[in-house]
């Protein structure tokens, strides 16, 4: 296993964005399903001790994912998404926005985007997350949104590699 992989995270204030860019020691399609089929996205999205639990997800343009980000003590922190853009196995686009239980999703949101690339069995992962409002970013980062999404891209990085080897 290749331990010498990128992961860089990059916050741009003035431009409201973050730039995201990850490395991963297995093939494109493999990594692609991890992003795109919920059963996959919910074996590594939250960091221990919470859980992922999708409600619904349809990807496809104009398309959602529901889920919530369940703590141990079975608070739920729920989000919705919609999907903007897909170009399989390159790229895809969503909405990403914080929601009530009911799928309610708050005013202001992000815009993400993924790129997909590989090279040599090396698959790159860039993440570009536009926030709509500066407030909006801030809150995300103090929350531990760095801490937490290296820690979510680790998960990924040890669900690939038991994937691999089936």
């Not at 399903?33 to 059963?39: C, V």
């Not at 853009?85 to 999703?105: C, E």
């Amino acid at each position: 296993m290749n331990r010498n992989l990128l992961f860089d995270f990059t916050v741009d204030k003035e431009n409201k964005t973050v730039h995201i860019k990850r490395e991963f020691d297995a093939p494109l399609d493999l990594v692609w399903d991890a992003f795109t089929r919920p059963e996959l996205l919910d074996q590594w999205t939250a960091p221990a001790p919470h859980v992922s639990k999708t409600k619904y997800m349809n990807f496809e343009v104009g398309g959602k994912r529901f889920y919530a980000m369940v703590g141990p003590d079975g608070q739920e922190g729920w989000v919705l998404q919609r999907y903007t853009s897909i170009s399989p196995k390159t790229n895809f686009k969503l909405h990403n926005a914080f929601a009530d239980k009911d799928g309610n999703p708050e005013l202001t949101g992000s815009e993400w985007d993924y790129s997909f690339s590989e090279q040599n069995g090396i698959t790159k992962v860039s993440i570009t997350i536009y926030n709509e409002s500066l407030e909006r970013m801030e809150r995300m980062i103090a929350m531990g949104f760095k801490e937490g999404f290296a820690v979510t891209l680790k998960n990924l990085e040890n669900l690939l590699a038991t994937l691999s080897q089936k």
